[in-house]
């Protein structure tokens, strides 16, 4: 259709149209339209009414009139003056309005028609032929209360392009009540995990925003019917659920069998694991958005990723609400049993010489817990080995409040300044290293410990011990508390990248890929704690609680090398799967300079995954100085004699680094295995624990020196938020893209 006069003449306004108003949307609201030569200006707050340039009745006035219909021109540029209004209208009553109007709302724009009000139906009739605007006048999704700016003030952001059908508007409207009802979802999931509502009221928010998912998915997404193997993602989205996860029975018991200053610890990484799920739930929504707001159509890798992308946030939804459900009972926990706050009593230790005719029947590698402090606090050469060892280990065969309680018998019993400045220097290097042992009633045991007895004794140890334990009271005062806080800014679809995190990948540089996969990867690394990698904790169903962190660290890594597979076999064209390898083998190349050794091996998994590796046109396309490039970084993490390429490697470099992590694991699975903690003989097996000790100083050492890398957005939340397909559906999808070879005969 042209523009100017001719789309002005289409206009047909009844008799009345320069008198008539429309009626008003609410008691204390009324909204105009544009659709003649008047010129519709700016709307209003909502305590104004919006004004036309040439019409400003008053509310009695509008109150008074009433509707007559009128013709809607079939110009997109008008459609979407129209729809700005709407928007603003939408953005400022939408919380007032039922689930069933809302979508009622929607049908009735997504076919160019506004609703004069809430409840009526307004006769607007669409012509059929409705083209799209090549330069539509503008586009602004109102809807800001719902969207705050994203702090990031280096974010390379461009304005959204505006939809150019009704379909197309569909689809936002769809996106933006998607990351409404996501918000108000972890809202209510803050709400409940600090105490101040019930966990059964997120059920039917959970259900509401898993149908605004499952109503985008349907509007935008068809490739799942196209490839049998995609469509699992797609049925666990559209499966309704009625109940919400619960607690799973074995974390239930083994947070039951644990103390309460063990209980606070677990709590604290499973807040930190609903701050995690918080996040990424924030990114992949923004990654949905960003693949819905473009001015292109989406194509064939889009609408795979938008899948997968729905089948991440359907995913994280729940694993969100089942660590809330587990954050609730480990603090009930934790608080009955610490109602009941236990003293520590004076213990007397066995003598030197009592344990010196034990020693001589003990096995080789044998020894109690009180000949491991004796040996530490003997008054003679001071063995810093030792030390270490034994504060980093000392889970495995006790718990905090029987290492205190023998520390402190072992510090009034002596009779000898020299032991007990040993004992301080213990406790000294206790707090130092791993003050999250000292929660609840042993934070004040141990404070009345130094300026009690300590002080008595040595005033300047008193006053070091003090400052070292002020200094850490910060960081357990922020384990104590298991309250969570909600993300300071969520989506905002005036301000992400209208590019799409396909092409938000593939224009960043390799660099700037290592770096924020770095960056990542350090907030992970940086939060394991010793207590998770002892006695194999990660694969033990009974131990599992304690190795929460660890397993956050595993599922991202697994999460990686699926994810750079995944991103390579949506693209239909050999070429462009090419190309997108040669990225990740660059990319590998920067997080080797970058000393990250983790996401490095995350990505040269993914692409030796036979999904990938049986891919030969597009293998073929790839050049000699990329296959030696893939073949370098294949040696360098092959598993042949424990990893010694990787070891030989990382030998002499300098911190900092994020080391693979695999190796470690692998380490200490093969020390655990056929290696008791406790000998049949009921000693404590510390040669095992020295050689755990052995894997463990790497990984503390590395943990001591972190990375100072800036957050880019969106890149940085394009790569928090990794979707990817199963092996089995990576499998079936990489056949789809090169068939297997007919055999010949």
């Keep these: 259709m042209k523009s100017g006069t001719q789309s002005k003449a289409a206009l047909s306004v009844n008799t009345a149209s320069t008198e008539t108003k429309p009626e008003e949307f609410k008691k204390k609201r009324s909204t105009s339209f544009n659709l003649g030569a008047r010129k519709l200006i700016k709307v209003k707050p909502a305590s104004e009414k919006p004004r036309f340039e040439d019409d400003q009745p008053t509310p009695d006035e509008q109150r008074k009139t009433s509707h007559s219909s009128i013709s809607v021109p079939g110009n997109p540029a008008t459609i979407i003056e129209i729809l700005r209004t709407e928007l603003d209208w939408f953005g400022k009553q939408w919380d007032d309005e039922p689930l069933e109007k809302r979508q009622k709302i929607f049908e009735i724009i997504a076919r160019g028609e506004p609703p004069v009000n809430s409840n009526e139906e307004l006769p607007l009739p669409v012509p059929a032929n409705i083209q799209a605007s090549p330069t539509p006048k503008f586009w602004r999704p109102g809807r800001k209360v719902v969207f705050p700016k994203s702090p990031s003030a280096n974010a390379d952001i461009k304005p959204i392009p505006p939809p150019q059908t009704p379909e197309q ?58 490839y049998p193997f995609c469509q699992a993602p797609f049925d666990a989205i559209v499966t309704e659920t009625k109940s919400l996860p619960s607690v799973d ?22 807040k930190r694991s ?54 609730i009972y480990s603090n009930s926990v934790r608080d009955s049993k610490s109602k009941s706050s236990r003293y520590i009593p004076r213990v007397k230790l066995q003598s030197a010489e009592e344990l010196a005719l034990d020693r001589e029947q003990w096995p080789p590698g044998g ?14 050469k001071y063995d810093n080995r030792l030390l270490k060892a034994f504060i980093s280990t000392y889970h495995a065969y006790a718990s905090p409040y029987e290492l205190l309680c023998k520390l402190l018998g072992r510090f009034h019993s002596a009779n000898s300044d020299a032991v007990r400045l040993q004992v301080c220097i213990v406790i000294k290097y206790w707090m130092e290293t791993q003050i999250s042992d000292f929660q609840d009633q042993l934070l ?89 990698l002892l006695q194999v904790a ?125 190796v470690y694991l692998s380490d200490l699975a093969f020390i655990d295995e056929g290696n008791p903690d406790i000998l049949s003989c009921g000693l404590i097996n510390f040669a095992k624990q020295e050689l755990v000790y052995g894997s463990l100083q790497e990984i503390i050492l590395y943990q001591q020196h972190g990375y100072e890398i800036e957050r880019k957005d969106p890149l940085c939340s394009t790569l928090t938020a990794l979707p990817y397909l199963d092996e089995q559906a990576l499998y079936g999808l990489s056949l789809h893209r090169e068939a297997r070879a007919p055999k010949q005969t």
């Design 249 to 270: 029975e074995t974390l239930r018991q083994g947070i039951l069998q644990e103390v309460p200053v063990m209980i606070s610890l677990i709590g604290y990484s499973i």
């Design 444 to 532: 004040s045991q141990v404070t009345n410990f130094i300026d009690k007895s300590v002080h008595a004794h040595h005033t300047e140890m008193a006053v070091l011990l003090k400052r070292i334990l002020d200094n850490q009271v910060k960081i357990v005062l922020s384990h104590q508390s298991s309250r969570v806080e909600m993300l300071p800014y969520f989506v905002n679809t005036d301000t992400v990248s209208p590019q799409g995190p396909i092409n938000c990948f593939l224009n960043a540089t390799p660099a700037e890929i290592a770096r924020q996969l770095t960056l990542i990867d350090w907030e992970l690394f940086s939060s394991i704690e010793m207590l998770g």
């Design 169 to 226: 508007t569909f689809m936002v409207l769809n996106v933006i009540e998607l990351a409404q009802q996501t918000k108000i979802f972890l809202s209510n999931c803050v709400n409940v995990s600090n105490g101040e509502q019930e966990i059964e009221s997120l059920q039917p928010l959970l259900a509401i925003t898993r149908d605004a998912l499952k109503t985008l998915l349907l509007k935008c997404c068809h490739q799942f019917s196209a």
């Design 367 to 380: 020894c109690t817990l009180d000949s491991l402090i004796f040996d530490l606090t003997s008054g003679g």
């Design 274 to 327: 609903v701050c995690g799920d918080m996040e990424q739930i924030r990114s992949t929504l923004s990654a949905i958005s960003e693949t819905i707001l473009q001015d292109a159509a989406l194509s064939e890798a889009e609408e795979l990723l938008l899948l997968l992308l729905a089948h991440l946030l359907n995913q994280t939804l729940e694993s969100l609400v089942k660590n809330i459900t587990a954050l």
């Design 538 to 662: 990660w694969e033990k169903t009974k131990l599992q609680h304690r190795a929460i962190p660890v397993t956050r660290y595993m599922n991202r890594i697994n999460s990686l090398s699926r994810w750079t597979a995944s991103f390579i076999l949506i693209h239909p064209q050999p070429s462009v799967r090419c190309e997108i390898l040669k990225k990740f083998l660059l990319v590998a190349t920067e997080l080797q300079k970058l000393n990250n050794y983790n996401s490095l091996g995350g990505i040269i998994v993914g692409i030796n995954l036979s999904a990938i590796s049986r891919l030969k046109q597009t293998k073929g396309l790839l050049g000699k100085k990329y296959v030696k490039i893939w073949e370098d970084f294949d040696n360098l993490i092959i598993p042949s004699g424990s990893y010694k390429n990787y070891r030989a490697a990382v030998k002499n470099l300098v911190p900092p680094l994020i080391p693979y992590f695999t």
